[in-house]
């Protein structure tokens, strides 16, 4: 993966781990009470190893060594932009129906906002790799994979996944937040501009969505209003957001060359 032209480890990529740890640590400082309640759980003076959240540790370590991955700033600094954006929309829209709510009662915390930015970072790395990965099975097998395959995936896919959403959010119907997200859904599964990297995209956010609703709805930091943990559609809406945001990414960056700002448009898997 790793070659001259595209370093695992950029000049970059010290600065996006310096933000993140202090991204981390300005948390960890402005709400205070809530880490104090996450460490009294833990009996220092004992067995600590027993008591420690291993799996907050490993997603904490995963996520530190994928943002790290061939960072560019010029690009990245969209994509957290994007992030920070779309995760209050839909941590707005969550909990304002009623969806999901968290344990401290906000409606959203702003606590937990920074982590939709780092978690994109993170789908975007992993998404890059398995793009890499096919394009390398390509070339050894000389054989390119179909050009169906991936749009009839596509489509069954976000078919299923329109169709299990409907199904989820129907108690909320009457409420504009649910309307507007039905429709942006709706028209982004419709206007696909890259089959290919649609449905890796919506992989890699599955694929890391998961481990996060396996944390957060085990330790109800926070619950859906079917007390599921995790519910299958919060996991597949991690993949629809990472589509959204990689959508939005692309647009704003147009629109930005447009202006005659030379900022690099996000195509994953270059």
């Known amino acids: 993966m790793e070659n001259k032209n595209h370093p695992l480890w950029t000049r970059d990529s010290s600065i996006l781990l310096g933000g993140f740890f202090v991204t981390i640590i300005l948390i960890v400082y402005i709400w205070w009470p809530l880490a104090e309640e996450v460490l009294a759980l833990i009996d220092w003076n004992g067995a600590w190893w027993l008591y420690m959240d291993w799996l907050l540790l490993g997603i904490f370590i995963f996520m530190s060594i994928t943002i790290v991955a061939r960072a560019n700033i010029k690009t990245d600094v969209l994509i957290v932009f994007v992030g920070i954006c779309g995760g209050l929309a839909i941590e707005s829209w969550g909990t304002q129906t009623n969806l999901w709510h968290y344990y401290t009662a906000e409606r959203p915390p702003l606590w937990i906002i920074p982590a939709w930015p780092i978690a994109s970072l993170s789908i975007d790395r992993i998404t890059r790799f398995m793009n890499w990965a096919i394009q390398k099975m390509e070339t050894q097998t000389q054989q390119p994979v179909h050009r169906s395959i991936f749009p009839a995936l596509y489509w069954i896919t976000f078919a299923s996944f329109m169709t299990l959403m409907l199904v989820f959010v129907s108690p ?78 692309l647009l704003v960056s147009l629109m930005l060359e447009k202006l005659g700002w030379k900022t690099p448009i996000i195509v994953r898997g270059e």
């Open 172 to 249: 909320t119907f009457d409420k504009s937040y649910t309307i507007l997200a039905t429709i942006l859904c709706v028209m982004l599964i419709l206007t696909p501009t890259d089959h290919r990297m649609a449905l890796l995209t919506f992989l890699a956010g599955i694929g890391l969505g998961y481990f996060l609703e396996l944390w957060g709805t085990t330790r109800q930091c926070w619950t859906y209003y079917t007390f599921e943990t995790p519910p299958l559609f919060a996991v597949l809406a991690h993949g629809m957001a990472a589509v959204a945001f990689w959508r939005a990414g």
